[in-house]
């Protein structure tokens, strides 16, 4: 049974089962479309799972048909600033800090902000439905959660900038095939596979799976961070 069903003014579902948390976006009428409710749910939700003893690992996906669409383009303009304000300064990373492992189960479209929502995650299991877009360029904003550095890094430059420039779909079989995601799964196989890798790592010692994570996102953080800071001067450069 989920431990929190979701509602307007939180809509994501969480769930806890066997050491793993489950977090859902649920927004299908707007394909889980991110507004301020759901960035301040993301955001609680996880911070929680951080201090909980019953959890180890996190799983973040949407409910069908997609995983996101991003950022509800309603919210472009002055309730924008507002959630992207949310995130602390200095920090692009749209989650909280944390310890704890955290896989992207990927069910349909992940679009611009909800494609950096995906970059955020350690690794990416996607189903035969998923497909990814960086549509920044098409709507007149720049990324802001990482993506220019995220994404170069998971696919290369070259692959990074046609997905960027183009703002064109790149599917699940090709995400695999560019190393963006780590498996693809028939969709009804999707949670399921999702939860039995999640298993595995429960079933490791903890200390040694966060600092194994400690390890390697200290790693990233040297390598990508003068990235992530060009992005964030490039997206306030352009919002003047």
């Known amino acids: 049974m989920p431990l929190v069903e979701a509602t307007p003014d939180h809509p994501v579902r969480v769930e806890v089962s066997n050491g793993i948390g489950t977090l859902t976006m649920h927004r ?3 394909r889980n ?3 301020p409710a759901m960035r301040r749910a993301l955001r609680s939700s996880l911070a929680e ?3 909980s003893d019953d959890v180890q690992v996190m799983i973040l996906t949407g409910t069908d048909p997609a995983f996101t669409a991003g950022l509800d383009l309603k919210m472009i303009g002055d309730d924008r600033t507002s ?3 949310e995130t602390p300064v200095g ?3 749209p989650f909280p800090s944390r310890t704890k492992p955290l896989i992207g189960a990927i069910n349909g479209v992940a679009i611009t902000g909800g494609f950096e929502l995906a970059l955020n995650c350690d690794f990416l299991i996607a189903s035969e439905h998923a497909r990814f877009a960086d549509t920044h360029a098409r709507v007149g904003v720049m ?3 990482g993506l220019t550095a995220l994404l170069a890094d998971a696919v290369g430059r070259t692959r990074a900038r046609q997905i960027s420039l183009t703002g064109n ?4 079989y090709q995400a695999l095939h560019w190393g963006l995601v780590n498996e693809v799964v028939a969709h009804p196989q999707l949670m399921g596979r999702t939860r039995e890798i999640a298993a595995a790592i429960v079933d490791n010692d903890q200390l040694g799976v966060r600092q194994m994570l400690a390890t ?3 790693q990233e953080a040297e390598a990508l961070s003068p990235m992530w800071d060009l992005e964030s001067a490039g997206s306030a450069d352009f919002g003047k």
Do not use: Q
């Open 28 to 30: 299908p009428e707007a």
């Open 33 to 35: 479309a991110i507004n």
């Open 49 to 51: 799972f951080e201090a």
């Open 83 to 85: 959630l992207l304000s």
């Open 91 to 93: 920090s692009s990373n």
């Open 143 to 145: 990324p802001g959660w």
């Open 169 to 172: 779909f790149v599917t699940a």
């Open 216 to 218: 390697y996102a200290s």
